[in-house]
């Protein structure tokens, strides 16, 4: 079937370290991948994205890897600040361009203690 | 820019009552909007596509006489909750894509948390 899952439920990293959050994916047919970021009571707010093209993308303090081999995703977070602390959801896209729908892992929540 | 706004963000009605939730971009084109439901400390899923000018598709298992979906224009979706009951009772998000645009992300609003009592 179609899911997107996620290794940990929870992760907790200190203040200024770097963060792994890790996504399993099981539909090999997906050629775009997002992680998202929701903080209590708001909408998911975006992060970065990859194409099933690529294996690595970089942004500010972000990095996501992509490893198609093993159906596998991750987002990097470097130094890490209390502002990071939140859910994240990776996401995969199906479905015709220009209409894809997202399907949502199960979440990540992400605490940063000081 | 790609801001999508949602109204109301918190609503309380009585069971057997019918609730509007109405999802804007603001700043763009929407051919299609999504419409998700998320329960507490659960992922977000996914209940219907909103096309603009057609019929909404609506994934299994999504009562589409429940949930009322209307795509009258490129920056305008809502979706109204039917005879509601406290089962019914979730955080509501829509999200929509820039018209035109292939594989990019979603843009969400910042939800509606219904409360049927």
């Known amino acids: 079937g179609e899911s997107v899952g996620l290794h940990l439920p929870t992760l907790s990293v200190q203040e200024g370290d770097n963060s792994i959050i890790n996504c399993a994916y099981s539909n090999s047919a997906s050629d775009y991948f997002i992680w998202y970021k929701q903080e209590s009571g708001k909408g998911p707010q975006f992060i970065i994205d990859i194409r099933s093209n690529m294996d690595k993308r970089q942004g500010q303090r972000v990095t996501v890897l992509l490893n198609k081999t093993v159906k596998h995703l991750s987002l990097q977070i470097a130094a890490t600040q209390p502002g990071d602390s939140a859910v994240y959801f990776c996401a995969e896209g199906m479905g015709v361009q220009g209409a894809q729908k997202l399907v949502f892992g199960q979440g990540t929540r992400l605490t940063i203690n000081p | 820019g790609a801001v999508v706004s949602q109204h109301p963000s918190r609503v309380i009605c009585k069971s057997g009552t019918s609730v509007k939730i109405e999802c804007r971009s603001l700043?763009?084109?929407?051919?299609?909007m999504f419409w998700y439901r998320q329960f507490p400390k659960k992922s977000l899923m996914l209940m219907a596509t909103s096309n603009e000018g057609s019929k909404a598709t609506y994934e299994q298992g999504v009562e589409k006489d429940k949930f009322l979906i209307n795509h009258a224009s490129l920056t305008l979706s809502t979706l109204t909750v039917t005879s509601a009951h406290p089962e019914d009772s979730s955080f509501y998000i829509c999200?929509?894509?820039?018209?035109?645009?292939?594989?990019?992300?979603?843009?969400f609003g910042n939800g509606t948390r219904l409360t049927v009592t």
């Open positions: 700043d763009f084109q929407a051919t299609t």
């Open positions: 999200s929509a894509r820039k018209t035109g645009i292939g594989n990019s992300p979603l843009h």
